[in-house]
């Protein structure tokens, strides 16, 4: 067993800060809302002289631009379920701690190519969620907490993956970092016990006694003489995902930041569940119950950030937002099986008609439905029932009928008629025809027509025809382009 | 001395580039023999300039359009005048569910869709119709677009176009006369072709002697007299074009 333990120290600032492309003093306050106190507070905060501890007014004595947010835990845990399901990725076995996540590893080694490998895929991929975390590494979850605590507070540790070192490795630790009460680790300290090794040291049975049998459980389980089984997260089996925003955002621009940062939460959930979404329902919240839905829908099963948020920037920027966004909400109801494709050098049919795909639902997100489609045979001959738009597309693979024009008119254009005959930019000789179109009598649109080829002076080849039931009247219906 | 003209895409004056990449086949073996690469460029730019509409324009590049499909790859359609219509691709052996039509709203989108067709990589063609005012750098970007991609990129413009500069490696000047399609190349890797090819348009009905033979209509024949034709001076033109 290896286990990687995640430590998210600030998270409540980093929920935050994450939403905001460009960092400002920003500090979480919790405790009685008459007198708040800083909780939390950033580097740019604490620039200006802010500390943990000090009165919410106090700090904004100090720093005239402060942000104070108050503390949501519902959202902490919120966040660091999401963050699990984002870890299944690499791993089916990660369990939630109080302030972050314990991943057993050692079945994805390979996979990944090795612990190196797989640590910095963990570190750049939370760095992309726009999170800050501290890892540690360890034979027993307990262990790995507590170096990555150790981490979190600057105590230089060693990572380790073999159980025989493990003791030498905890030995130097400060017995704190184990979350034990604080009556116990008060106890511990009078006795001269501050360290790990001075702990492990002691008589079983006396230990045991002064400080309950779950203490001395601990420190077995830590020290991995005890197994300590988790309990695998399992993540709900539809996506739900909310980012509140620390100011307002005008426009669109300041919204794909925040939302990139959810969609690749949301990859590495898919990832980690071999899904895909097909819908995707992305709310901007304004505030006041008001909120603008975005539905996105794709051809094929998506989970790739980068693509879905290309779609989402041409959808978003044909909206007109009525007020400013302080929230994004995703949320995939459905989540359906996802086959990853195989990539190739020389791409073969099957990623071209991907590609043509992704074509197709870029140039209609952006250009709006209805301005993107296919053409295809319809059996009707009357012209212009001859196409039709799939995605009905007809069997009907070949046409038999005479000379049929490149280009057919939207609807049928009256000619001017002199004494002569039809004219269009001059007088319109007839090359071929007459070609008898009769039909659609029994659906209440019949045509009657005669349809001829026909050019003008300059060369210029049409398709015209005349009503059977009004020889004068002549209608150009087509171009031969 | 290293002979300059043997490095890829440098070739003499006076000669055809012959390091082109072999193209697409037009159909047309008089025209194949005149384009450099011995057919429609893979990778590049194409104007077609023509004025008026029923010359065969669209129709000339339907051998072309009729092999990208069958390799697998797209053609798209981008703001064209009217609809591509189904059956006459159909009849030209154009696989039609190869073909996307977009149709834009606004100038602008349309230039878009066009690179991002062209960028994509999926379309082994793209057609596209340009508001008049498109300027050198927007051309030069799709003809980047094209070569990134991978894409035949053909725009038809007018030829009053003619007298501006073009990024693009070739150009086509697409005339009638005489009841055949008469294309010249007043820009393409090697000299230009001022004098023009006359190519039938299988498919395009060719006007014979007398125009047509009988009127079957409601009140009997109406005699339609035949205009003279005009015949464009299309070596002058090429000339202007070439200078």
Known sequence: MLWVALELPALPLQLVERAQAAPMPLVIGEGPSQRPIVAFANAAARQAGVREGMAVAAAKALAGDLKCIDRDESAERDALERLAGWAAQYTPAVSIEPSGLVLEVASSLKLFGGLAKLLSALRGGVRALGLQATLGIAPTPLAARAFARAETRGIPVRSCTAMPDLPARLADLPLFLLEWPGRTLELLADLGIVRVKDALALPRGGFSQRFGPEALAMLDRLAGRAPDPRLAHVPPARYRARLELPAEAEGVEAILFPLKRLLAEMEGYLRGHGAGVQELDLDLEHGLKRHTRLALSFATKEREAEFILAIAREKLGRLVLPAPTIGLRLVAERLLPFAPREGTWLPGREERAVGRARLIERLAARLGPGRVFGIALADDHRPERGWKNPPAASPRAAFDGGARPAWLLNRPQKLVAGAAGPTLQGA????????RIETGWWDGEPVSRDYYVAANPAGETYWIYRERRDPAAWYLHGVFA | ??????????????????????????GHARLDMELPGGGWPRSSLVEILHDGAGLGEVSLLFGALKTVAEEGRAVAWINPPHLPYAPALASAGVPLDACLVVRPAAAEDALWSADQALRSGACGAVLFWLPAKTDYAWLRRLQMAAEAGRTLAV????????VHATPAHLRVLVTHRAGLLHVALPKRRGPPLAHP???????????????????AGGTGPVPIPRAPLAVRDIARHASRVSA
Do not use: K, N
């Open chain 1, 428 to 435: 319109l000789a007839l090359v071929a025809g007459p070609e």
């Open chain 2, 1 to 26: 001395m290293v002979d300059p003209a043997r490095f890829p895409g440098v070739w003499r004056a006076g000669e055809m580039d012959r390091a082109m990449p072999a193209g697409i086949p037009s």
């Open chain 2, 155 to 162: 725009l038809f413009r007018p030829t009053s176009a003619s």
């Open chain 2, 197 to 215: 090819i006359a190519i039938r348009i299988a498919g395009h009905p060719v006007r014979h002697g007398g125009g047509c033979s009988s009127f």
